[in-house]
């Protein structure tokens, strides 16, 4: 009778199980329905003019609705989980679901440097890089002036101070103009000459503007000169291709290139679609492939280490702090929290440097002269111990934190019954514990799987084998698949969001066969 | 209990409302701030004219007087604006979708990987403004036969000495070393050479070294470009040269060292424990810090080697292809920034010598630095443009230092060119 | 007897915890002050480093500092009542999609944040246009998109200290005719200021320390938070020159979650003397 709240609503709710007397329309009710309400129009109003101003209806169209369904959410009775829900789940599906999402399409194509945008603007560079000047072309001064409401060129030979006025047409000779001593006309009959915050302000229009010649076009190089060019390579839309500098490169929609006879491509590229070629890259990738096993090994051992590791250190001080005649503990809660505290990829650095063996500060202390970070075995050992040392800090807090919720009557009782204090702790503090950090072990293991700065910012993944550039001893999955998909020839995006779909997949079922365990936990107090 | 609901609901509501106020209002503060003592450009900056240039750390400082003479003299506001991290993906990303700036400073060895994104235009430089900047400079800019950006800074390594302690340049690396060593063996350094190595190698420190032993990155184009299509790492030249390296490193000479690395490299010369840097302009000012007298020659070649050419870069103003303002870009990058005070407020910001040559000429009266520099890259080799580079670096340093930790040199060549190879099928 | 046990064990986890820390800063109050040069114990002891940082022209640390302070805690509050509310749901409430959801929410953080810069770009360039005071370059952007992970990890972890409240509690407070709002303002936040206290710092802690997307949404060297800052100040050539200052700078940083530590400690402890359960 009791479980109005945790009934599944679509089971029809609360009004169906509630036999406890209606409730009272309270002030707060009230209040928080206006307030919703006021908060839900405030965002309206600010967000709705820009969109009908930009003529986005699309956007429009979804605001409105979602503002609809956020409005009949909170004033209804119904759908109570959703209330609690919608305002996080708001943010995370706008920045992180979506842009998650958005990447993973980015793997059914060959995104990437040299392919990032689309074949127009692949064209458009191919063009505008080609602009040669004219040979023995002059550097036309150019003024920039109105003739009516057109945009047009007036253009000064510097040799021979001749004026002439450009337009879309092509050029004219112009009569009567008054040049000054910088070689810019000040003065023009007919035209309204454009001082330069006038061009400035005409910018966009100035680099649109192409005065014909009889063999290229003259086009402003900033607001001030001007150059004749002719485009070496002309894309022609009839057969798809690009000519010049006689050759022809034709569009080939599965690679996103040009390509010519001799199968050689022009620079820019375009994205294209490429299936699930990304994820057999993945598959067949000698690299990857040959040394998954390996890796993945150590990945997890990584992974469990640092988080058994900050756990069992952290939880370990949380217990000897928790003790009600304790001293010192606000002191020694500063000192252990500190290395939290520390911007992280700072301290990553300091612990490299640490290590190095010559001037390193643990070969000093310790008296020895070990190669930590160049040798497999001790760099393993590093990384694990400097990730010990950034994250015990947080399981410290949190077992402090869960500490506190153990009715203390619980221990106690133990303690009377004559349990010894490790009895104690195995069977009633730990348990305990584990219902409120299981899922935080979980996450963490998640985190620590794919934890890319404590390896990228101590080893960068070494040391390596002579014979083997590729994979180092405290490579993770993800430092050594992305050093392929970004290490050479740019960033490949669309390769990294299929390696980064396989790394996801092993790291969603470990945690998900682990958060099935945790079913159980979740009922103990249920 | 009513009450403190209710309390928590009007909260909610005034958190609300303060934020889309405080927002409005933060945005017409950056509006504001963002037309710099331009006052009279207002109505100009309000039409639309706005130049946005992206730049790293140390150069928005010093970029900004210009930027805002030139906002003044066009009638436009100039945001100059700092990001320092993955600075070439980030402007990739950005142009891409359409948030990017109308001018980007880099690196120009980033121009192929800039021209295959389609990211940046050519800039058309007179015949006079191309004879106003150094040779190398101009021909790093160039790209398939286009130059693709004002250069302003021409940075290359050499070899920096503590002249107490090793008075003569050396002739060769060989020289170098005895000299090193000899000086180690009285315990006046701890280390022979400082040169970056670390746990990854640093194909750029070495390389100098690694040219005058015979290797070699690339083949050439008949136009003398670095050819892709001939990656030459794993060549008999290359691996003779890793094997110079091995003889130099941890079980030969103990001049290269995996425990030398980029942190620590320019630190221990000038806190004395080496005698001998190989480093560039950015390394002088800790130098100087540290008081150590010191002299900047050209890297050393192997004796009986070829010359050792270190890699030239060329910083770099490029005009964004997806700028928004593309005519006021052309107009900054190709009239407005080679000019020679520019050029000098940069170098006083951060002292990497001018690529235009009277700038340079200006600057070497106070200081000589700048042309030692110039003189010890006059044979380098500017770093390849080709995005193919981006395959190389990494599987170079691994390779550099397997061999210095003592691993056999063929088989660290041949392990290197099959790895590139591999990633450049793709 | 064993309480000394117990004080030597703390002592020597204190020792590694903060043993780094003294080497960072040995190497802010040193002179010559860079992190490969120093040994523990510093050379010289100044507080050059500090006032160079605190007075550089190019690095406004004061600015990072105060944006970094208002970011975190403005995104943690909020953070905070989002997954609070979402914790409450999954814990108390059984709804179709309860478990998928819960194990939606951990598989969404697993994916590698650097990728979806893209996609982040690609929504903020619209943003701007439409809505330039939540565009790039504005802290309130930045809030925004923080609050897309506030459900993350911080659920998981409010979910799981909530599931160990004894739902005897609520469930007596319906039968008196508690509304679910009036249980979960009344009943369960009291309970649980501890893990709300320890969720507020972590969250705190979390955004303090984010960069990557701060980094990318923060360009004007007056808007950075200082993890993009003190990233800016070591990046390219000139980590070397700056060590000191970013040693003086990385343990400044570690101010105000000390201090908001100490602000919320009471909170974290005050179930010792609550007795967490009364029912």
Redesign the interface.
């Known amino acids: 009778m009791t479980l109005d709240v945790r009934e599944a609503p679509r089971k029809g709710g609360e009004t169906r199980t509630s036999p406890r007397p209606r409730r009272e329309i309270?002030?707060?009710f009230v209040?928080?329905r206006i307030?919703v309400l006021?908060?839900t129009a405030?965002?309206l109003l600010?967000a709705v003019p820009p969109l009908v101003a930009a003529g986005s209806w699309v956007s429009l169209a979804l605001l409105c609705a979602a503002a609809a369904a956020v409005a009949c959410l909170y004033l209804t009775r119904r759908f109570i989980p959703a209330k609690y829900l919608i305002p996080g789940t708001v943010f995370l599906i706008a920045f992180q679901v979506f842009p998650v999402v958005y990447t993973v399409t980015t793997a059914f194509t060959n995104f990437g440097?040299?392919h990032?945008?689309d074949k127009a603007?692949?064209v458009?560079?191919?063009e505008?890089?080609s602009?040669?000047?004219a040979p023995g072309s002059p550097?036309y001064a150019l003024t920039a002036a109105l003739r009516g409401d057109e945009l047009v060129f007036l253009l000064v030979d510097p040799k021979t101070k001749q004026v002439r006025v450009g337009d879309a047409n092509g050029l004219a000779p112009l009569a009567g103009a008054q040049v000054g001593v910088t070689g810019k006309v000040l003065s023009a009959p007919g035209l309204t000459v454009l001082?330069?915050?006038?061009?400035?302000?005409r910018?966009?229009e100035?680099?649109a503007l192409a005065v014909p010649t009889g063999d290229g076009v003259i086009k402003?190089?900033?607001?001030?000169?001007a150059?004749e060019?002719k485009a070496a390579l002309v894309y022609d839309a009839g057969c798809d291709c690009v000519r010049g500098n006689g050759d022809t490169w034709r569009a080939d929609e599965g690679q996103g290139y040009f390509v010519n006879a001799k199968g050689e491509h022009l620079?820019?590229?375009w994205q294209v679609g490429v299936g699930f070629d990304n994820f057999a890259?993945v598959l067949t990738n000698?690299?990857i492939s040959g040394y998954f096993a390996g890796v993945l090994g150590w990945n997890l051992v990584f992974a469990l280490a640092s988080v058994l590791g900050t756990f069992a250190l952290g939880m370990s001080v949380a217990l000897a702090l928790h003790h009600p005649r304790m001293r010192g503990t606000r002191f020694y809660r500063i000192l252990l929290i500190l290395p939290y505290a520390m911007p992280a990829f700072a301290m990553l650095?300091v612990w490299r440097?640490l290590f190095?063996?010559?001037?390193?500060l643990v070969n000093q202390l310790l008296g020895v002269d070990i190669?930590w970070?160049?040798e497999p075995g001790t760099a393993r050992l590093g990384v694990i111990l400097v990730n010990l040392w950034l994250g015990f800090p947080y399981m410290f807090l949190v077992t402090t934190g869960a500490l506190q919720a153990i009715p203390r009557e619980l221990t106690e009782a133990a303690a009377i019954d004559g349990a010894t204090p490790w009895k104690a702790f195995r069977r009633v503090t730990l348990p305990l514990l584990l219902v409120a950090l299981t899922p935080l072990l979980i996450s963490s293991f998640a985190y620590n799987f794919n934890n890319f700065n404590a390896i990228a910012l101590t080893?960068?993944g070494?040391?390596?084998?002579?014979?083997?550039?590729?994979v180092g001893a405290t490579d993770l999955l993800i430092t050594y698949t992305f050093?392929?998909a970004f290490?050479?020839?740019?960033?490949?995006f669309g390769?990294a969001a299929a390696i980064s779909v396989f790394i996801f997949t092993i790291v969603a079922v470990i945690s998900a066969v682990a958060f099935r365990r945790t079913r159980k936990q979740e009922e103990v107090y249920a | 209990?009513?009450k403190?609901?209710?309390g928590?609901?009007?909260l909610?509501?005034l958190?609300?409302?303060v934020?889309?106020c405080?927002?409005?209002q933060?945005?017409s503060q950056?509006a504001s701030s963002a037309a710099p003592g331009a006052s009279a450009?207002t109505s100009?900056a309000k039409?639309?004219?706005t130049l946005v240039i992206?730049a790293?750390?140390?150069r928005?400082?010093p970029l900004k007087p210009f930027a805002d003479q030139f906002g003044a003299?066009?009638?436009?506001s100039v945001e100059v604006?700092?990001?320092?991290?993955d600075n070439q993906?980030?402007f990739?990303?950005?142009s891409?979708?359409?948030?990017g700036p109308d001018i980007m400073i880099g690196a120009h060895d980033w121009i192929?990987?800039l021209?295959?994104?389609?990211a940046i235009?050519?800039?058309?430089l007179?015949d006079e403004q191309k004879a106003a900047f150094s040779a190398k400079a101009i021909q790093a800019v160039t790209f398939?036969?286009?130059i693709y950006g004002a250069p302003y800074a021409v940075e290359n390594i050499a070899l920096i000495r503590n002249t107490k302690l090793a008075p003569e340049a050396p002739a060769t690396i060989e020289d170098l070393v005895a000299k090193g060593k000899e000086l180690k063996a009285a315990g006046k350094v701890?280390e022979v050479l400082c040169l970056p190595v670390g746990?990854?190698g640093d194909a750029f420190h070495v390389y100098p070294i690694f040219a005058s032993a015979g290797g070699a990155l690339f083949g050439t184009t008949p136009t003398g470009d670095p050819d892709a299509k001939q990656v030459l790492v794993g060549s008999p030249g290359s691996a003779k040269a890793f094997g110079k390296l091995k003889d130099l490193g941890e079980k030969g000479d103990g001049a290269l060292?995996?425990?030398?690395?980029?942190?620590?490299y320019?630190?221990?010369f000038?806190?004395g424990k080496c005698a001998y840097l190989i480093s560039?302009p950015?390394?002088i000012?800790?130098v100087k810090?540290?008081g150590i007298p010191y002299d900047i020659t050209a890297v050393p070649a192997v004796k009986d080697g070829k010359p050792a050419t270190p890699f030239v870069g060329v910083q770099t103003f490029f005009v964004a292809?997806k700028g928004?303002?593309?005519?006021?870009a052309?107009?900054?990058?190709?009239?407005y920034v080679t000019n020679k005070d520019v050029a000098k407020a940069l170098y006083e910001a951060d002292p990497r010598p001018p690529a235009l040559t009277a700038a340079l000429q200006e600057v070497q009266a106070s200081d000589p630095d700048a042309v030692k520099f110039m003189d010890a890259g006059k044979d380098g080799m500017p770093m390849p443009a080709i995005?193919?580079m981006?395959?190389i670096w990494?599987?170079f340093g691994?390779?550099e230092?397997?061999?210095v930790?003592g691993?056999?040199a063929a088989?660290?060549a041949?392990?290197?060119q099959k790895?590139?190879d591999?990633?450049?099928k793709? | 007897m064993k309480l000394a046990l117990r004080h030597a064990f703390v002592l020597v986890v204190c020792a590694f915890a903060i043993f780094p820390v003294l080497f960072v800063l040995s190497a802010a109050i040193n002179p010559?002050g860079?992190?490969?040069?120093t040994d523990l114990l510093p050379t010289g002891a100044s507080l050059a480093n500090f006032a160079n940082l605190l007075s550089s022209?190019?690095?406004p640390f004061a600015r990072w500092f105060a944006n970094s302070v208002f970011i975190a805690l403005a995104s943690s509050f909020?953070s905070l009542?989002l997954s609070m509310f979402a914790a409450y749901a999954f814990s108390r409430m059984r709804f179709a999609g309860r478990r998928v959801g819960l194990l939606a929410l951990l598989l969404i953080q697993m994916f590698p944040q650097f990728l979806a810069?893209?996609t982040i770009?690609?929504i903020?360039?619209r943003v701007?246009e439409l809505y330039?005071?939540?565009g790039?370059?504005?802290?309130?952007g930045l809030i925004l998109l923080y609050l897309g992970g506030a459900l993350g990890v911080n659920t998981w972890l409010m979910k799981g200290f909530l599931d160990t409240v004894p739902k005897e509690l609520d469930e007596a407070a319906t039968v008196d005719g508690a509304t679910h709002?009036?249980i979960f303002?009344?009943v369960i936040m009291p309970l649980v200021t501890p893990i709300l206290a320890v969720t507020a710092l972590l969250a705190f802690i979390g955004t303090m320390s984010e960069f990557l997307m701060a980094?990318?949404f923060l360009?004007?060297?007056d808007?950075?938070t200082l993890a993009?800052g003190m990233?800016?100040?070591i990046?390219?050539?000139?980590?070397?020159?700056n060590?000191g200052m970013f040693a003086a700078g990385t343990l400044l940083t570690a101010i105000p979650t000390v201090g908001v530590f100490l602000w919320l400690q009471k909170y974290i402890v005050s179930g010792l003397t609550a007795g967490a359960v009364k029912g």
């Open positions: 309270t002030t707060a209040v928080s307030a006021a908060v405030a965002i600010y440097d040299g990032r945008g603007a692949a458009t560079a191919i505008t890089g602009v040669r000047q550097e001082k330069a915050p006038e061009a400035a302000a910018g966009q100035i680099s402003a190089n900033g607001l001030s000169r150059v060019g620079a820019q590229g890259r000698p690299t650095l440097d190095n063996r010559d001037f390193g190669d970070l160049g080893t960068d070494g040391p390596f084998p002579a014979d083997n550039p590729q050093r392929l290490g050479a020839g740019g960033a490949q390769f | 209990m009513r403190r609901a209710l928590v609901a009007t909610a509501a958190a609300f409302a934020t889309a405080g927002g409005s933060s945005a950056s450009s100009a039409s639309g004219g992206w790293d750390a140390n928005v400082k003299e066009n009638g436009v604006k700092e990001i320092s991290k993906q980030t990739l990303t950005a891409q979708q359409g948030s192929g990987n021209v295959q994104n389609g235009d050519p800039v058309t007179t398939n036969g286009q701890k746990q990854k060292r995996t425990s030398i690395t980029n942190e620590n320019i630190v221990n000038a806190g560039g950015w390394a000012s800790e810090k540290g292809s928004k303002n593309k005519a006021l052309q107009e900054f990058v190709a009239n995005p193919e981006a395959a990494e599987p691994i390779a230092n397997a061999v930790k691993g056999d088989k660290a041949a392990a290197a790895a590139i591999g990633s450049l793709h | 010559m860079t992190l490969a040069s022209d190019s690095y909020a009542l810069i893209v770009f690609m903020f360039t701007t330039p005071a939540f790039f370059n504005t802290v309130w709002a009036q303002w009344r980094n990318v360009r004007d060297p808007s950075k993009v990233y800016g100040m990046a390219g050539d000139h980590r070397n020159a060590f």
